[in-house]
């Protein structure tokens, strides 16, 4: 389900079976003048999934990304309301 779209990109709401269905945001990098920022970035993409989202309340929980693929994203817990 689409959930919103900006200049970045496009969320979708979906759900993983293999996740016990846990609700969860994919952000898809639709710019792609940005995907090579978004390479330069991997490296707070991985602090993002150890840390787990843990401490801060206004963190979402990063599970995945993909930034090889012909379109990259990131698979995240989905937070209604922005």
Known sequence: EL???GGFGAVYR???PTLQHLP???KFCLEASLVPSLRRERANLERL???GGRGAGHVVRLY???LDHPTPYLV???VPGG
């Open 24 to 26: 969860l945001a994919i």
């Open 64 to 66: 995945g990304y993909d």
């Open 76 to 78: 995240s817990e989905f």
């Open 3 to 5: 959930v919103g779209a």
């Open 49 to 51: 999934m150890t840390a």
């Open 14 to 16: 979906a759900e993983s």
